[in-house]
């Protein structure tokens, strides 16, 4: 090959790495942003924080916010969406009645904490109260509901199937609904009862995830 006609082939390469850097950046300026709101929100709630609060929190200007977000409710839509490919993986992970149960108190456990924002219990209520006023809320809530609870659906099926029960589509779906909403209660029992505990749980989740496996 001719050196001129290296010339646009290095143009090339040159132009895909500087987007690959800009769409990293890009990726990290959102992450930040997510972070400081969640954080706002579990301070101050949705309707509490303003973008100035989330602005400050993640030590940028509002207007540097707007570049990626058009508002609260835009911010609200990427947590939720990061929750749900972080529960995602949770669920692929699971391949026996122990995996389940010890997620589910992984999860317990970091609420109780309440050092990591994404795992906070005061955010998933303020997450659940707004989609009852907003209506694009609801819809991305009711979406990520639905995502997860089939993940989980699935994640008991190959459960069971590992350990010898063919659970049916139908009782599968019924058990990740029980679940959810196992875990839901949870997360209202860390707001209303900071001293529960670990072991206070294990037994009667051990019971309920071997009744939902057959």
């Known amino acids: 090959m001719s050196i001129a006609a ?16 800009a769409h990293s950046r890009a990726a990290r300026q959102r992450e930040r942003i997510l972070d400081a709101a969640e954080i706002c929100f579990i301070h101050s709630g949705f309707h509490g924080a303003s973008m100035a609060d989330v602005a400050t929190t993640a030590g940028m200007s509002a207007g540097l916010i707007y570049r990626y977000f058009d508002g609260k409710s835009a911010i609200v839509k990427a947590i939720i969406e990061r929750h749900i490919e972080s ?85 599968a779906r019924s058990g990740a609904v029980v679940l959810q909403c196992l875990m839901e209660g949870m997360a209202m029992r860390v707001v209303r009862d900071p001293k529960l505990r670990r072991g206070t749980l294990l037994p009667a989740l051990t019971k309920i995830v071997a009744a939902l496996m057959g």
């Open 87 to 171: 529960d995602e993986c949770k669920a692929i992970g699971l391949k026996s009645p122990a995996d389940v149960i010890n997620s589910m108190l992984d999860i317990f456990e970091r609420w109780r904490r309440g050092d990591d924002p994404k795992f906070n219990p005061v955010l998933l209520l303020e997450l659940s109260a707004e989609a009852s006023r907003d209506a694009q809320i609801a819809k991305a809530v009711r979406s990520s509901d639905q995502i997860i609870g089939g993940d989980i659906a699935q994640a008991l099926r190959c459960c069971a199937q590992a350990n010898g029960v063919a659970l049916t589509a139908a009782d």
């Open 6 to 21: 290296t010339v646009p082939v290095r143009a090339a390469a040159k132009g895909t790495r500087a987007a690959a850097a």
